[in-house]
């Protein structure tokens, strides 16, 4: 029988030269995003193709690579992590720029995983913890956004809402690679577990 430890599991993040390049990227694309990214239709669907294609790549990478290694990455392997991503993140902008009908609801939904994120940080290790029900979360908030963001009379409220949570979520997470609070690894995990 297993009983837990005294002392509870610290994360030892520190900031490394792929943490502040992240961070920087991050700060970058989510500021203009939050305050702009429901005017600026373009900046927005390249920055949601950015972001989806880069979190794939990274959940892989963190899902196949990180997870079952014995020692953690070095800073050139995390560099080249961050690198791989980025390069994911172009070809994902150049997919969602050219079928643009399309990209406009698939920013709603965007938003509404980035709402079930933001819930699912409310609570140290995360609010919902059986994957099975973190994964229903995240899929029933992205539905929810993206059919409200299909209703004509409410579009532009909805890309407005949801281009603010996107940008707002990616500065934080940017920001929390500078401050090693440990936001986005319970992101990360999160994800990635399941």
């Known amino acids: 029988s297993a009983s837990p430890t005294p002392t ?3 994360l030892a993040t520190r900031i490394t030269p792929a943490f502040g390049v992240l961070g920087a990227i991050l700060i970058i694309t989510g500021l203009p995003s939050a305050f702009w990214g429901h005017e600026n239709r373009w ?3 390249f920055l949601i193709g950015f972001y989806t294609l880069s979190l794939v790549c990274f959940v892989l990478i963190v899902k196949f690579g990180i997870l079952p290694a014995i020692n953690p990455p070095n800073n050139t392997l995390q560099g080249m992590f961050v690198l791989a991503s980025a390069v994911a993140g172009i070809m994902g902008s150049a997919f969602t720029i050219f079928p643009w009908k399309a990209t ?5 939904a965007w938003g509404g995983f980035a709402f079930g994120l933001w819930i699912q940080c409310f609570k140290n290790g995360g609010l919902i913890t059986p994957v099975g029900m973190r994964w229903i979360l995240y899929i029933a908030c992205s539905v929810v956004a993206f059919v409200l963001c299909t209703i004509p009379r409410i579009h532009w409220h909805m890309l407005l809402v949801a281009t603010a949570f996107v940008g707002s979520s990616a500065f934080i997470l940017g920001v929390d690679c500078y401050t090693t ?3 986005k690894e319970v992101c990360v995990i999160s994800i990635a577990s399941s």
Do not use: E, H, N
Request: proline content about 7%; overall charge positive; glycine content about 14%.
């Open 43 to 45: 900046t927005s669907f």
């Open 181 to 183: 609070a440990g936001l």
């Open 104 to 108: 406009k609801y698939f920013i709603g």
């Open 8 to 10: 509870p599991i610290v």
